[in-house]
């Protein structure tokens, strides 16, 4: 990711297109082969480009609003012809309206960049929350209660692990932002509902297919209990399941969970 950040306002970085009026929090979709477009909600404008000539170039994403610096987003890992959109509004309670964009990456099943520009009192600062498998974010709810949008995802890193991508089972992962970096919350007692909701559909996969096709869901299953501490009883049941056909699969999956920190 790469981010320039202006010191000039919106008209000091050239003519733009006459803003769309978006919906606040609401996703836009922008397409390449409809060229430089800009869209406004509230007193936030964003304007969205290529970096380049063809629509394999990047998406530039160009944010301002009165009275701050300018801010332009360029994220040269993403591809401006798929999945460009962005939208705008608070995401932090009482405060002014913040942005949200994201692009796509590339490659089979995958991804979503996604980066937040955060509106503070010296203008927006860029937060990166990474590459997401996906179709992207959604508009964040405060469903911590500190005031700050939280962003649902799922843990990214159990697709393909012990399984073909389809035989995956990824738990939720949950991020917001504090203290101006992306940060994981999902160990926070708030979100333990996700988890067991989570926990009880990974685990009646687990136990619905045969051996050769459970991994993906046995290791959602564990992942889930890990984070709500039953993780000994879960153990026990995968074990013997897999006690003829695999016997190292749980002890590979606790490895794994402890270097997510799931386990200590």
């Given at each position: 990711?790469r981010?320039l950040?202006?010191?000039?306002g919106l008209?000091?970085?050239?003519a733009?297109?006459?803003?769309?009026?978006i919906?606040?929090a609401?996703?836009?979709?922008?397409k390449?082969?409809g060229?430089?477009?800009?869209?406004?909600?509230?007193d936030?404008?964003?304007?969205?480009?290529?970096s380049?000539?063809?629509s394999?170039?990047a998406?530039?994403f160009t944010?301002?609003?009165?009275?701050?610096?300018?801010l332009?987003?360029?994220?040269d890992?993403?591809i401006?012809h798929?999945?460009?959109?962005?939208?705008?509004?608070?995401?932090?309670?009482?405060?002014?309206?913040s942005?949200?964009?994201?692009?796509w990456?590339?490659g089979?099943?995958?991804?979503?960049h996604?980066?937040v520009a955060?509106?503070?009192?010296?203008g927006?600062?860029?937060?990166?929350l990474?590459?997401?498998?996906?179709?992207?974010?959604v508009w964040?709810?405060?469903?911590s209660g500190?005031g700050?949008a939280d962003?649902?995802f799922?843990d990214?890193?159990?697709?393909y692990?012990?399984?073909?991508y389809a035989?995956?089972?990824?738990?939720?992962?949950i991020?917001?932002?504090r203290?101006?970096?992306?940060?994981?919350?999902s160990?926070?007692?708030?979100?333990?509902?996700?988890?067991?909701?989570?926990?009880?559909?990974?685990?009646?996969a687990?136990?619905?297919q045969d051996?050769?096709?459970?991994?993906?869901?046995?290791a959602?299953?564990?992942?889930?209990a890990?984070?709500?501490?039953q993780?000994?009883q879960?153990?026990?049941?995968?074990?013997?399941?897999f006690?003829?056909?695999?016997?190292?699969?749980?002890?590979s999956?606790?490895?794994?969970?402890?270097?997510?920190?799931?386990?200590?």
């Amino acid at each position: 990711m790469r981010w320039l950040i202006g010191l000039a306002g919106l008209l000091a970085i050239g003519a733009a297109p006459v803003p769309r009026t978006i919906a606040p929090a609401k996703f836009v979709e922008w397409k390449a082969e409809g060229g430089t477009r800009s869209f406004r909600s509230g007193d936030v404008t964003v304007r969205v480009s290529l970096s380049g000539k063809d629509s394999d170039s990047a998406p530039v994403f160009t944010i301002s609003a009165p009275g701050t610096p300018v801010l332009r987003i360029s994220n040269d890992d993403t591809i401006a012809h798929y999945g460009t959109s962005i939208a705008i509004g608070p995401l932090v309670r009482g405060a002014p309206s913040s942005v949200i964009v994201q692009a796509w990456t590339g490659g089979a099943h995958c991804c979503m960049h996604i980066v937040v520009a955060l509106r503070g009192d010296r203008g927006f600062k860029p937060i990166d929350l990474g590459i997401w498998d996906g179709d992207g974010a959604v508009w964040p709810k405060d469903a911590s209660g500190d005031g700050v949008a939280d962003f649902q995802f799922v843990d990214n890193a159990l697709l393909y692990k012990f399984d073909c991508y389809a035989c995956s089972w990824a738990p939720p992962q949950i991020m917001t932002i504090r203290a101006g970096k992306a940060t994981d919350i999902s160990t926070e007692p708030v979100f333990r509902r996700l988890f067991v909701a989570d926990m009880a559909k990974a685990r009646k996969a687990c136990f619905a297919q045969d051996t050769v096709s459970a991994h993906g869901a046995c290791a959602g299953y564990l992942a889930d209990a890990a984070r709500l501490g039953q993780f000994a009883q879960a153990k026990g049941e995968v074990s013997r399941r897999f006690a003829k056909d695999d016997p190292d699969f749980v002890s590979s999956v606790a490895a794994f969970l402890r270097e997510r920190n799931y386990l200590r």
